[in-house]
């Protein structure tokens, strides 16, 4: 019997977390799954963090099964490393767990793409034509003061950052930071230039950079430095001129 995890990317709507209902409890059903679970590599909640603690609870092997299509091999990677790094500060056993291959390359998608065609006809969704789009509504412009610039490109992914985006758009949400003290939106970017300190960050208005960051990291960096105004000076990288690798 098999442990799964069904991983999707990320989810902010409640619609959504349906869909991945529907999609668990498709799991559980299949006669050689012993329990089913689905969790986010970004945004959303449960986390993959927090379903991976719910997992190691027990001993039993876990498979990760990724809902994506297409997956570019850094995000693999990127879950795989953020994995390890969990893994690698917590004394308690872990299950075995294994990543599956991306769906696409799975025979059977032929099947499900011909079962969609075919029968999903009153599921559909029209496209109308329309003269023009409807106007959009006025948009108040943020006031917040703070941005959090979070690299994605490819070695910063390859390093976690998802996991490390994720976990901040969480705590983003939990604590209300569009609101709290100068108030902080955050944005995926590309390469921030500094790849070797990957996965890396930047805070504005200060501009101040960030490497090797992980969940403690962020933490820390909204604490001390998005509330309090506090440059976490351990983890911050300054414009030397120089090549800096990540310390320690
Ligand atoms: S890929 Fe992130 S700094 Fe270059």
Redesign the pocket.
């Known amino acids: 019997m098999k442990r799964i995890l069904l991983l999707a990317r990320s989810a902010a709507t409640g619609a959504a977390l349906r869909e991945m209902e529907a999609l668990r409890d498709q799991a559980t059903s299949l006669p050689d799954v012993a329990d089913a679970l689905y969790a986010f590599a970004e945004e959303g909640s449960p986390s993959l963090r927090s379903a991976i603690e719910t997992l190691i609870a027990t001993p039993e092997p876990v498979l990760i099964v990724p809902i994506l299509v297409p997956v570019e091999p850094s995000f693999l990677l990127g879950v795989k490393r953020s994995l390890q790094r969990w893994q690698g500060g917590d004394s308690r056993p872990w299950p075995e767990i294994r990543i599956a291959p991306p769906f696409s390359r799975q025979a059977p998608m032929r099947e499900l793409l011909a079962i969609v065609i075919d029968t999903a006809e009153a599921e559909t969704t029209a496209v109308e034509k329309v003269e023009a789009p409807p106007p959009l509504e006025g948009s108040v412009v943020p006031a917040q003061r703070r941005r959090v610039l979070v ?1 994605q ?4 992914i390859r390093a976690g ?1 998802e996991t490390i985006w994720g976990h901040l758009r969480n705590e983003q949400k939990r604590l209300s930071l569009r609101t709290s003290g100068e108030g902080t939106m955050s944005a995926k970017t590309s ?5 070797s ?4 960050l930047q805070v504005w208005p200060e501009g101040t950079y960030y490497g090797g960051v992980d969940e403690a990291g962020i933490d820390r960096i909204v604490e001390e430095h998005l509330l309090r105004g506090d440059i976490v000076e351990d983890l911050a990288y300054l414009p030397t001129g120089t090549k800096q690798r990540l310390r320690g």
């Open positions: 690299c490109g490819g070695p910063c950052a390469c921030l230039g500094p790849c300190l990957a996965p890396v």
